[in-house]
C-alpha cells in the first residue's frame, strides 16, 4: 500500500543535537566495547555539529528527495531547539506539528572510531512527545507515517492513538525503531509492528526483539506480524527482504565510510520515498541503500543530503559489495 501520488509522508519521533567526535588513537574496541584511557584528557582528531534524531533525519532526508514531508516531534525552547527548526526549514520540512517544551532538546555525542558510532544520548523534550500534541488535522493529507524510536509513557500513548487512526484511514504505517525502543519498550513497538504494512529495522534490532540467534530466523519470525514488506539491514552485508511470499538478498553499495550516523534512517527515508513514486520493492531497496550510501560519506546525519537525481546516477554507477 504505497503512499498515493502528492500525498505527505509524516516522521514521528526524535530530535537531537549531535555533537559528533572522531576518536584518537587511544580508543580501543575490546570484546565489542570502545574503550578508552580513564581519568584522562584525550584530544579528538575531528568535532561536527550536527541536527539529528530518528523523525528529524527520516523527514530530511525524503524532503531532500523530493517527498512533502512533515514531522512530529518536541524540541526545547532554547537556541538548540531553534537551530533544530531552522535545519528542518532548510530541507523544506513542514515543522508546524514541531512542539516546545520547557527541556532541553535532546543531545547526543557521538563517537566516531574507524567509521562505526558510539552515541551517548540525552532524550530531554523528546519524552514530551505525548497525547496532547495530536490534533484532528495531523494525518490530513499523509499517505505514510513512519514511527521512529518512541521510548517514554508519554511516546507509547501518542504511538498507540497515532497508529489506531492511521489505520482506520489506511495510511501507510512503517515500523523504524531503534535500539533503544526495542530494549525500553518491546511490547509497545510489536503493538505498531502488528499494525504496519511495512517494518525496517537492523540485524541486532530485529534479532533482540525476536528472540532469533540470526537475522535470518528474524526475519521469518516478523513475518508473524504481519507487514506485507520486512527489511532488515546488515551493514556492509546489505539487505535481506521479505515481500510477500519473496524473500531475497540485496548487497549493499561499495563505500568508504566516513560516518555511519543516520545511515539506517536514510535508508528508511529513500525507501518510502521510492515506494511513493512507484519503484517497485527491489528497485526502492536498491535506491534506500544509494541514499544510506551517500549519508555515510559524509560526518553528520544531515550534512549534505541528497536528491533523488544524485541518488539514481549513484545506483547506477556504484558498485556493489558482495559480501554475506
Not at 526549514?89 to 567509521?115: A, C, P, Q, R, W
Not at 497515532?162 to 501507510?172: G, S, T
Not at 529495522?201 to 506480524?225: D, H, V, W
Request: proline share 4%; net charge positive; glycine share 8%.
Amino acid at each position: 500500500m504505497p503512499a498515493p501520488k502528492g500525498k505527505g509522508i509524516l516522521a514521528v519521533g526524535g530530535v537531537i543535537v549531535d555533537l559528533i567526535m572522531h576518536s584518537p588513537d587511544q580508543f580501543r574496541v575490546v570484546n565489542g566495547n570502545l574503550c578508552f584511557p580513564f581519568d584522562s584528557k584525550l584530544q579528538v582528531e575531528e568535532f561536527t555539529f550536527d541536527i539529528g534524531g530518528s523523525a528529524h533525519n527520516v523527514a530530511a532526508n525524503a524532503s531532500s528527495l523530493g517527498s512533502k514531508t512533515y514531522i512530529l516531534a518536541c524540541i526545547g525552547d532554547e537556541p538548540y531547539g531553534e537551530m533544530a527548526i531552522q535545519n528542518l526549514k532548510t530541507y523544506n520540512v513542514d515543522t508546524k506539528y514541531v512542539s516546545k517544551v520547557k527541556d532541553m532538546t535532546g543531545m547526543s555525542v557521538v563517537l566516531i572510531h574507524e567509521g562505526e558510532k558510539t552515541i551517548l544520548t540525552y532524550r530531554g523534550a523528546n519524552d514530551y512527545l505525548g497525547e496532547e500534541k495530536l490534533n484532528s488535522k495531523i494525518l490530513n493529507g499523509i499517505g505514510t507515517v513512519v514511527i521512529t524510536s518512541m521510548i517514554s509513557p508519554e511516546n507509547v500513548r501518542i504511538t498507540k492513538r497515532l497508529v489506531d487512526e492511521a489505520q482506520k484511514r489506511k495510511i501507510e504505517i512503517v515500523a523504524n525503531p531503534s535500539i533503544s525502543m526495542v530494549n525500553h519498550q518491546p511490547e509497545a513497538l510489536k503493538y505498531v509492528m502488528k499494525k504496519s504494512q511495512v517494518i525496517i529495522m537492523n540485524g541486532k534490532e530485529a534479532q533482540k526483539i525476536t528472540g532469533c540467534n540470526s537475522p535470518q530466523a528474524a526475519l521469518e519470525k516478523l513475518k508473524s506480524y504481519g507487514a506485507k514488506t520486512i527489511i532488515v539491514t546488515l551493514d556492509v552485508r546489505g539487505c535481506i527482504v521479505y515481500d510477500e511470499e519473496a524473500a531475497f538478498h540485496v548487497p549493499a553499495f561499495k563505500v568508504k565510510v566516513v560516518d555511519t550516523t543516520g545511515g539506517g534512517d536514510s535508508f528508511t527515508a529513500g525507501f518510502v520515498h521510492a515506494k511513493a513514486r512507484g519503484f517497485n520493492t527491489l528497485e526502492a531497496v536498491r535506491f534506500a541503500g544509494a541514499v544510506a550510501a551517500l549519508n555515510i560519506l559524509t560526518p553528520g546525519a544531515s550534512t549534505d543530503l541528497p536528491t533523488e537525481k544524485e541518488a539514481i546516477k549513484y545506483m547506477k554507477n556504484a558498485k556493489y559489495n558482495y559480501v554475506r
